[in-house]
């Protein structure tokens, strides 16, 4: 039986000038299109344990991370380091990958075990077997993504629409009915025909956070239109760009001008025109853009009422 220690590299908080370290993933696009849901707390689990894996890592491997290490890896709180991961692994052991494999669809949960030795301060994993080759880019069909990217992002639909935009980031084009989007974020049952969110709530609580901490916050660049069945949108086409890390991120939607944005402040967030005017007189566009996503983040889950009011409230206007 292997067991394969792992050190989680990166740079330490106190260490400003240390090299960072950028790690590829490749990941089999059969879990890329995969139908399940995880946290945001599972999916960086899942990130660092794929960075573990090794094409000749035989099924029996098992992969050991200090404890101590993911929590400074995921930046998350030492102190209640195993109650956090305890709570994520076992969430985990219930989560299925509904995924289609050489033509024939796969069931399948990625951990066969998690076992935690309070003395040597670990977490070890096993693979199951089905999963490990889409997690080595050892499929013919596979997609890249760096995994600090993926793990910035902090929205759990971000994370999954990050993998599907990168898939096609070589293209620069990704078509999708939407149906077929929710699903693979677990939002639809084809089987019994629950949908959550309407159109209106789908583009609002899932689609516009998650491209906007996308573009803020990664390598990639997405702008996204819609099409229309009738009088009923049915699909979305995405454009994908990638973009130098050292580039300035701006929200789809919120340009650099300040006209737009001034307009933008209005009809999406609410604002009136008084008060739009004292946010662009005392933000430059750099604060107000990064305010507006924090907006929209906290929005993602419903929390906000009325928008105007909670906008008005964040800028003191």
């Keep these: 039986m292997a067991e394969v220690s792992k050190r989680i590299e990166g740079r330490s908080k106190s260490d400003k000038n240390a090299k960072v370290v950028h790690t590829l993933l490749y990941q089999g696009n059969s879990i890329t299109t995969a139908r399940y849901e995880m946290s945001e707390l599972q999916k960086n689990l899942m990130y660092t344990l794929q960075a573990a894996v090794r094409p000749d890592d035989t099924n029996d491997t098992i992969y050991t991370f200090k404890v101590q290490d993911i929590m400074h890896d995921l930046d998350r709180d030492p102190d209640n380091g195993y109650r956090n991961l305890q709570e994520a692994t076992k969430g985990m052991m219930q989560v299925v990958f509904e995924m289609y494999v050489n033509g024939q669809l796969v069931q399948v ?28 880019g050892l499929t013919g069909n596979f997609t890249t993504f760096g995994k600090e ?27 999708i009915a939407i149906l077929d989007l929710k699903h693979r974020l677990n939002l639809f049952d084809p089987e019994s025909g629950k949908e959550e969110y309407n159109i209106s709530n789908f583009f609002r609580f899932v689609i516009d956070p998650a491209v906007n901490e996308i573009n803020q916050r990664s390598d990639l660049l997405v ?27 701006f929200l789809p939607g919120i340009e650099n001008d300040t006209t737009l944005l001034g307009e933008r402040l209005m009809s999406r967030f609410g604002l009136r025109a008084d008060q739009r005017d004292r946010v662009l007189a005392n933000f430059d566009l750099g604060a107000i853009r990064k305010k507006l996503l924090e907006i929209e983040k906290r929005n993602s889950t419903k929390a906000i009422e009325n928008w105007g009011a909670y906008t008005a409230k964040v800028f003191g206007v």
């Design 223 to 249: 702008r996204f239109r819609q099409h229309k069945t009738g009088r009923k949108i049915t699909d979305l086409t995405f454009t994908i760009k990638r973009v130098r890390l050292e580039q300035e991120l």
């Design 109 to 136: 949960n990625p951990f066969s075990s998690a076992v935690y030795d309070y003395g040597r301060g670990t977490i070890s994993f096993r693979v199951d077997p089905n999963m490990r080759p889409l997690l080595t």
């Design 149 to 175: 990217m993926a793990m910035r992002l902090t929205g759990k639909y971000a994370k999954r629409l990050y993998e599907m935009f990168s898939q096609w980031k070589d293209i620069g084009t990704f078509k």
